[in-house]
T-cell receptor
Framework: AQTVTQSQPEMSVQEAETVTLSCTYD???????LFWYKQPPSRQMILVIRQEAYKQQNATENRFSVNFQKAAKSFSLKISDSQLGDAAMYFCAYSWPFQGAQKLVFGQGTRLTINP | KAGVTQTPRYLIKTRGQQVTLSCSPI?????VSWYQQTPGQGLQFLFEYFSETQRNKGNFPGRFSGRQFSNSRSEMNVSTLELGDSALYLC???????????FGPGTRLLVL
């Protein structure tokens, strides 16, 4: 069964510093997608970044980048120059194409606090 | 483009009642998925609809059901509500396959 594990329930970082959130997953599929979603107190789930498993290059979106290690089944998120608005729950998620259908499997989340 | 919308945003029901939640996907998106979020179980997949057909279903009892209309709008229904059904119900849409899903603001259901 596909599972996603986030081993850090909580993390904190000083404003303007860099923080890395960890995620590991378990799958026997070769074609899949990985995502990081952010959920602020408003509870709106916001896409942060996405990675296709067939791409070797790590995805980057402005201050957000990932370290995708396919063999190790690891997918960490690095947030550079942390800002107060980055404070939220961060969820790592996995999706794979199964007969055209899809579903996201989420990790338990990491609560990120930004200290001013 | 307008984002995913969900109605109502908040709902209070009593045990034994039934409830219907609505989700309107992003224009052009044909896949709609539903998720339940609780503090204890986290985010769990309920089901996914594409072109009015359920393509995928999570491990939830038959009290949880859904449907999708020809305009891709989707509804989910929970019958005979239990206290444990109190949760945030999130709807997400995508174009067709396993690409990025975009989430709505959720419906917060409280069962008393």
């Amino acid at each position: 069964a596909q599972t996603v594990t986030q081993s850090q329930p909580e993390m904190s970082v000083q404003e303007a510093e860099t923080v890395t959130l960890s995620c590991t997953y378990d799958t026997s599929e070769s074609d899949y997608y990985l995502f990081w979603y952010k959920q602020p107190p408003s509870r709106q789930m916001i896409l942060v970044i996405r990675q296709e498993a067939y791409k070797q290059q790590n995805a980057t979106e402005n201050r957000f980048s990932v370290n995708f290690q396919k063999a190790a089944k690891s997918f960490s998120l690095k947030i550079s120059d942390s800002q107060l608005g980055d404070a939220a729950m961060y969820f790592c998620a996995y999706s794979w194409p199964f007969q055209g259908a899809q579903k996201l499997v989420f990790g338990q989340g990491t609560r990120l606090t930004i200290n001013p | 483009k307008a984002g995913v919308t969900q109605t109502p945003r908040y709902l209070i029901k009593t045990r034994g009642q039934q409830v219907t939640l609505s989700c309107s996907p992003i224009s052009g998106h044909r896949s709609v998925s539903w998720y339940q979020q609780t503090p204890g179980q986290g985010l769990q997949f309920l089901f996914e609809y594409f072109s009015e057909t359920q393509r995928n279903k999570g491990n939830f009892p038959g009290r949880f059901s859904g449907r999708q209309f020809s305009n891709s709008r989707s509804e989910m229904n929970v019958s005979t509500l239990e206290l444990g059904d109190s949760a945030l119900y999130l709807c997400a849409s995508s174009l067709a396959g396993p690409e990025t899903q975009y989430f709505g603001p959720g419906t917060r259901l409280l069962v008393l």
